[in-house]
């Protein structure tokens, strides 16, 4: 299907929402394919849940009726809204450079890269509740931070607010409590792939998430595609990962090819200001499910696991101003001149992915400012 | 009302869950007062939504029929179920002397209270699809862990599986994206508290936990009571909390008195093991909800928040087994006579909380063997 986006959900005017499929700048209306249950619906979940052999029906059908030249209702038409219910939200570690990177940055005194992280895929859960889909601004998260140098911390807007750019799965059919998924399984429950923006706010980060690592750092929001692209449709651009080393335990190996070669950019303010692919990804994707499951936890429609930060090795190919800029001590200059450290009021960026004809849902987002409520007593200015 | 336990959803036979109230022994259907769109539901969701004026009405309600005899269904006639749908699952770790033993535990050559303890209620994301009702079994985990003295990793069924006694807060009014929840609107937001425990598997947590914290160790399962006990019932048992040194941030400034007193117990196989209370906690409950929402972060109906183990400052007022047995190199002896590190295959644990009369929803959970699924390759045993 030239031009496919993926699965989403939209609505027309005062309209209630459902389910439909974005093929470039248009909208096509599943309700037309019937099953009301799954497509007259305010989230995919439903679908979701049905399974591979429902998915690639209905997928056909979608190229059928694309083929034949059905109506499409222009994107700038409809509403578009967040394309699930996310159940819960996993956030991964999975790439080395830029593990390397962050461990340089908070821990400059000690080896970057921690004693597991080559044994298994870290990762930690995140707020599914403050997950929005692309479009929806960002407003600057107020916090606690201790300035370097002050003895106590302070209180205020966070300075260092940053993007990381990021590729999430998205399960369809849930699993049994107790019952690991095994990474071969990864097929039958995985129903697609999103872009993700883990917005960070560096400061009361650093200042927070030691011992139990990142919340409201993090936890202000989460932008997501509002389209979620089918596995299937991708199938096509999975190529060998990066060899591993030491061979990982027996449940963390996937066999085939499962780095998928995705080409992503970040726009900062009209300029492109990151370009990578998400095939340097040390940890796969089945990895990271096979990991996240084999404590027994069950997964259910709705649960979102993204990569972490995708960065590569070349200057240029991190994919989060913190790096791009090396904790603000380099600043970027953007095409009309203005240099940035971290995100500014008004900022706007766009996360996009590419693989051959097929372009992911991209994901945008403007900060807005602070909406400061408690400055009486408030300490030392930050 | 003497013998009130609280709000939870229950079913007979084959028929569908509904709402109801657990007096003693004994369960009052709540379908009885009409408002099918939330009684005759299989979570307390909707129902907690509605806000406290309504969550007041219907106590009153409920307390009138427990006052004119209405009838009970005996609680060992009916099956009861999740009395919520979990939204997002935040675990604090708001007791001074349990974070000082675990400190001292896991970080034997630092200091154990990191820096920024005593200036927010350290807190972070848990798994919400995991959560589990009182009286489900437990499977006991599999995962990485290193055994110290060996250079790598090996797999296998956790050897060191533990309890938390925590104390949970159950919010039902959402709040908006970018706008935070300040202490003194605690009221208008939670709907009540439940009994917690955080199951941990020690071996797991301390391979993987840094840098972003706990995540498989916690993740197989959380035990919560069945029954959510009003906040309403519990004003009675506010009490002064402990003094905060050095004070808190404004927006961590709760008025009034924010420390419940709830004697606690948890029993082991028949043998009870810790007794404390909850009073003692540094941190109090709108502190948690303020400082989880500072950032902007919005909450819904079914977001759970939990104090982390509550563990005293006496010899046997502690919280969990790492604790109790201080890494099991001091066990504990039960009623029976046998010894316990950590838990084993078959234990039963109960953890049961009282304000007077007041009793809240214990949690009982059984640890079941592990179901080992990945035997060959697997390096050395364990």
Redesign the interface.
Known sequence: MIGAVGFGVFSEGFGRPRVGFRIGDGVLDLSAVGRDDVFAQATLNAFMALGRPAWESVLGRVAHLAASGADVLPLEDVTVHLPFEV????DF?SSLEHATNL?RL??PDAEPL???WR??P?????????I?PSGTPI?R????A?VPGEV????GPSRRLDFELELGFVVGVPSR????V?ADAFREHVFGVVLVNDWS?RD?QA???????????K???TSMSAWVTPLALLEPFLVAPPKQD?RP???LRAEGNWALDLELEVELSGTVVSRTNARGLYWSMPQQLA??T???????AG?LFASGTISGPERGSEGSLIELTWNGESPIRLGDGTMRSFLEDGDEVVLRGRAGDLTLGEVRGTI?PA?V??S????PAR
């Open positions: 159940a819960d939200y996993v570690y461990g908070f821990r921690l004693p597991n044994h298994l870290v990762g930690y859960h995140g707020r599914a509740g403050t929005v407003v998260p107020c916090g606690q201790k106590t911390p302070s209180f409590l107790g019952d690991p095994r706010a009361i200042w927070e998430y030691q011992p139990l690592g990142p919340f409201l750092g936890s202000f929001a030491p335990l027996p449940y990991h996240a084999v404590n027994g936890a069950s997964i259910q649960d807005l909406r409520s408690y009486a007593g408030n300490g």
